[in-house]
């Protein structure tokens, strides 16, 4: 079975976690890894791994350096993308308690990239997401969110854009990347708002 194979039989055991048929193609992955430092030792958490396509940009980008934390809470694509990756850190859990972990172990993200679906970045128990993202976040740190360019306009997604902006000074809209099924942009967020 291919991984397009395996992701498409995920997507269809569980649309809502999924949350797309296909994975997110080169230029997708390209413009979410985009804000990964060129020198240094970065530290990227990718968040939503699925098969590891944002991962396989992210890895080619980083070159052996930093630190690269893969976070896939569906442990079938989780296997497939450890044995893809054995460089990467995998962790098959909640993107959420992941976050948590590494807060708490003082960690913090040059980069995140998160392909977690829009119920996943929804507020629970008016807590978003983004909020611990943003604590997580270096200095000079960004978080890119990829979403489908057809349900931006959708209440929840622009109550997700909110979410991004009320943790964020900056929070900029790519343009529509077409090359991608189905067609997708990227939100990159800087500069955290620390509380």
Not at 8 to 36: G, H, I, K, T, W
Not at 105 to 118: A, F, N, Q
Not at 151 to 171: G, H, M, S
Request: hydrophobic letters at 45%; one cysteine or more; charged letters at 25%.
């Amino acid at each position: 079975m291919t991984e397009i194979q395996a992701f498409a039989r995920e997507f269809l055991r569980d649309p809502l976690n999924v949350a797309a048929l296909f994975p997110s193609l080169p230029p997708l992955c390209r413009q979410a890894a985009a804000p990964l430092p060129e020198t240094g030792d970065p530290v990227v958490l990718d968040l939503g791994a699925g098969t590891g396509q944002v991962t396989d940009v992210i890895q080619e980008r980083l070159g052996g350096r930093g630190r690269h934390i893969a976070v896939e809470f569906n442990p079938r694509l989780a296997a497939v993308l450890a044995e893809r990756h054995p460089k990467v850190e995998v962790i098959c859990d909640d993107a959420r308690a992941v976050v948590d972990r590494l807060l708490a172990e003082g960690v913090r993200s040059d980069l995140t990239v998160s392909g977690l679906p829009w119920l996943a970045t929804a507020p629970r128990r008016g807590r978003t997401i983004f909020e611990p993202l943003a604590r997580l976040a270096a200095p000079n740190g960004a978080v890119t969110q990829l979403a489908h360019a057809w349900i931006r306009f959708f209440p929840d997604a622009r109550k997700v854009q909110r979410n991004l902006e009320a943790n964020f000074e900056e929070v900029v809209v790519t343009r529509t990347v077409l090359a991608n099924i189905p067609p997708a942009v990227v939100y990159v967020a800087r500069r955290p708002r620390i509380r």
